[in-house]
């Protein structure tokens, strides 16, 4: 499975972005794609992801009304659009995929329950 991200860049507090994930070789349908981030001097955390087998959504609480994930099947692509951003929201952006039958909340476990990962994109958010 390969995963290119893209779409970051630099946004003002207040501003949105729209990030994409281009993902390819997948050999089963049943999969959650989703996006982890990591500021600086933090832990990763997963923020948004959904599953592509039964399309259920996963948000953490800071990014809920916010941020929102889709999925083009025709494109095999994940976006994740970022609204009303805020500084905290500045991190590396990963995609990120966990096969399998599983609930989209897995994103927020921890690297060692996704199976591919991105190489990133930066967002930064200026005040």
């Known amino acids: 499975v390969q995963l290119v991200e893209s779409g970051g860049g630099l946004a003002q507090a207040g501003g949105s972005l729209r990030l994409s994930c281009a993902a390819s070789?997948?050999?089963?349908?049943?999969?959650?794609i989703g996006w982890v981030r990591q500021a600086p001097g933090k832990e990763r955390e997963g923020v948004s992801a959904i599953s592509n087998s039964n399309g259920n959504t996963y948000y953490t609480d800071s990014v809920k009304g916010r941020f929102t994930i889709s999925k083009d099947n025709a494109k095999n692509t994940v976006y994740l659009q970022m609204n009303s951003l805020t500084v905290e929201d500045t991190a590396a952006y990963y995609c990120?995929?966990?096969?399998?039958?599983?609930?989209?909340?897995?994103?927020?476990?921890?690297?060692?329950?996704?199976?591919?990962w991105g190489k990133g994109t930066l967002v930064t958010v200026s005040s």
């Open positions: 990120a995929v966990a096969l399998g039958i599983v609930a989209p909340e897995i994103v927020n476990r921890g690297m060692d329950f996704m199976d591919y």
């Open positions: 070789g997948f050999t089963s349908d049943r999969y959650v």
